[in-house]
């Protein structure tokens, strides 16, 4: 009796239904290891997380750094100063903003039991 | 068997590229989000699963800064509300500032120790600066600035006496988050999330909810304490752990009391109140901050639902958030009534 499929077929069939797999597990904005920067509402700079290390972004009078897989305002030159008492961001959806200076950090992406927002 | 030989191969092919396809599309038509600035605070703007997302989002954070630009604030100079203020007489020609006043007096009848009128004391406080402790003579004469026969309502004309300002800093988050939602309804958004400061707004298509944190007040900004599902609605929080001032030991908040001009002292340290309204919201979290748990009987008859952090980490509820608000730090306890 004829094989349904011969060995070639089934190597093929196994290649490109793993790389299917692949692509749709590979998301990047939405491991909770990608940080994105806004200034003055609009997008300004992408971190990644991933590989814990340091990096420090100074923009609009505002430091912020990303170092062991957090992110978080270091110092700002605002009078209120809320935004570097904020808690380090390591986990998707969370943020931290400095509205005096208009600029904003957050972690991408949500998970089932992050909150979409917290009350303030 | 040779036909099916050729297909399979072909098949899986297209199969891996509908995966791609879908995974890059559903990012394109997912989460969108819009960053600006209103009533001192950021507004965020995110929308799920809408054709034209970013223009929609954007449109919403544009109408909010403009109504905060152009007619709530009492801070910029473009605002009605600033020139009121300045000359103490305003013509107001489409009749918005006067719709919004008596808007706003309907919600304070309900609560006589909130005023529009409540600029004269944080003037006097000094609540946007190091904070000042003023004298019983200087505290009297903001009683008399706010005395709510300063302010007459003339057809469109309106005409502040005395020494009288508004403020809409109780009310104006609540009504901004507000404006932002009802842009992205028109817009036939279904399903959207604004935040405004701490004021959040919720939109959501049938019986879908949205989970939302309740802040703790003990720790920093993005810190929740506890959670709620919420299918439409606003949530909006006072608390006198942002702004406040420190004299000689005692901690003076920036909620101010109409009927003393002095900021209240309670044991409350912050109140989150979830209800239809975004102005009525913003209202309610500062009346309840003010009347304590005297307050739940004014919320239920608005239809609200309260959650009062005490400082002791005890906390009151509404009877009607039980099995919704779930406490995620068990340094609180929750009581319901």
């Not at chain 2, 009121?84 to 919600?107: F, P, Q, R, W």
């Not at chain 2, 809409?168 to 405004?196: D, M, Q, W």
Request: proline share 3%; glycine share 8%; aromatic share 6%.
């Amino acid at each position: 009796m004829k094989k349904l499929f011969t060995k070639i077929d089934l190597i093929i069939i196994a290649v490109v239904l793993t790389l299917g797999v692949a692509l749709l597990l590979f998301r990047p904005s939405n491991n909770g290891k990608t940080a994105k920067i806004y200034v003055d509402g609009k997008e300004y700079k992408t971190i990644s997380l991933e590989n814990n290390e340091y990096l420090e972004t100074k923009v609009n009078n505002v430091v912020i750094i990303a170092e062991k897989g957090e992110i978080y305002i270091k110092s700002s030159t605002c009078p209120d100063k809320i935004c570097v008492g904020a808690a380090h961001l390591s986990k998707k959806g969370q943020s931290a903003v400095c509205v005096p200076n208009r600029v904003s950090v957050e972690i991408l992406g949500k998970s089932e039991n992050t909150p979409g927002a917290v009350t303030g | 068997m040779k036909a099916v030989k050729k297909v399979l191969p072909i098949f899986a092919v297209l199969l891996v590229i509908g995966i791609f396809v879908y995974s890059v599309a559903s990012e394109k038509s997912g989460d969108v989000k819009k960053y600006g600035f209103a009533c001192g605070s950021e507004v965020t703007v995110s929308v799920s699963g809408t054709f034209k997302g970013e223009e929609k989002a954007q449109k919403a954070i544009d109408e909010s800064q403009k109504l905060d630009k152009l007619l709530l604030s009492d801070t910029l100079p473009s605002s009605k509300t600033y020139q009121l203020n300045k000359t103490g007489h305003l013509l107001d020609d489409n009749g918005e500032l006067v719709s919004y006043i008596n808007e706003c007096m309907a919600l304070t009848e309900k609560c006589p120790q909130m005023t529009i009128l409540s600029k004269p004391f944080s003037i006097a406080w000094d609540i946007t600066g190091n904070g000042r402790v003023p004298s019983k003579d200087e505290i009297n004469e903001t009683l008399q600035n706010a005395n709510p026969n300063n302010l007459k309502l003339n057809g469109n004309e309106i005409t502040l006496s005395n020494g009288a300002l508004i403020s809409f800093g109780a009310f104006g988050k609540g009504t901004v988050c507000e404006k932002a939602i009802e842009t992205l309804k028109s817009e036939n958004v279904k399903c959207a999330l604004v935040t405004v400061g701490g004021t959040v707004g919720v939109l959501n298509s049938k019986n879908n909810t949205t989970l939302i944190g309740v802040r703790n007040p003990f720790l920093s900004a993005g810190e929740y304490f506890a959670t709620v599902e919420v299918n439409n609605g606003y949530l909006s929080t006072s608390g006198d752990y942002e702004k406040f001032f420190e004299k000689d030991g005692k901690k003076y908040c920036h909620i101010f009391d109409a009927t003393t001009g002095c900021p209240v002292e309670s044991n409350i340290t912050s109140v989150t109140v979830i209800t239809n309204s975004g102005t009525a919201s913003d209202f309610l979290s500062t009346a309840i901050f003010i009347l304590g748990e005297n307050g739940l009987s004014l919320a239920k008859e608005m239809n609200a639902q309260v959650i009062i952090v005490n400082k002791d980490k005890s906390v009151i509820a509404s009877k009607s958030l039980e099995g919704n608000l779930k406490l995620t730090n068990n340094d609180f306890t929750v009581i319901y009534k």
